[in-house]
C-alpha cells in the first residue's frame, strides 16, 4: 500500500453563494430569472427567492428578467469574497402590460394595434384609446 494521500486545500474551488428576492410592490415575483453576469442564472421560487454558486471574487452584475415586469437594467456590480445577498425589485409593470401583477397583455399586440394609446401600468385597465379613424376594443 502506497504512502497516505493528502488534500491540498490551496487546489479546491472557493464558491459563495449569492441569494436574495425578487419584488414587486412588496410581493415576491415567482419564476423571474436572476442573471449573475456571465457565472449563470437561476429562476426565483414560489415566495421570489434565488440562490446561485459562484465563483470566488467573481466580478458580476446581477440583472432579473420576467414577462410583464420592467426592472432597472442593472443592480449594482459585486465582487463576490464572501457570501452575499442581492434583493431586487421591478420597477413597474413592462409596456404593454397591465395590472397589479403586471400579468395581463394590452389588446393589439399590446400596443393598441399601433393605433392608439393603451392603459398601462399597475393601475391600468387595458383599455385602448384609438386615434382618429380607428375604433373597437383593440383599435383594429
Known amino acids: 500500500v502506497g504512502a497516505p494521500y493528502q488534500v491540498r486545500s490551496d487546489l479546491i474551488p472557493i464558491t459563495h453563494t449569492l ?3 425578487v419584488t414587486f410592490t412588496g410581493r415576491p415575483v415567482a419564476g423571474a430569472q436572476v442573471t449573475a453576469g456571465e457565472f449563470g442564472s437561476v429562476l426565483t421560487d414560489a415566495n421570489g427567492n434565488y440562490s446561485l454558486t459562484l465563483p470566488h471574487l ?9 414577462t410583464g415586469f420592467a426592472f432597472a437594467s442593472s443592480v449594482t456590480p459585486l465582487d463576490l469574497s ?9 420597477s413597474g409593470c ?4 397591465y395590472g397589479t401583477d403586471c400579468s395581463s ?28 379613424g380607428y375604433a373597437g376594443s383593440d383599435c383594429s
Open 105 to 132: 397583455f394590452c389588446p393589439g399586440d399590446g400596443n393598441c394595434s399601433g393605433h392608439g394609446t393603451c392603459s398601462d401600468g399597475v393601475s391600468g385597465t387595458g383599455a385602448c384609446t384609438c386615434d382618429d
Open 58 to 66: 467573481a466580478h458580476f452584475t446581477v440583472t432579473a428578467t420576467k
Open 94 to 97: 413592462a409596456a404593454g402590460y
Open 82 to 90: 464572501t457570501n452575499a445577498t442581492q434583493d431586487v425589485s421591478a
Open 19 to 21: 441569494a436574495g428576492t
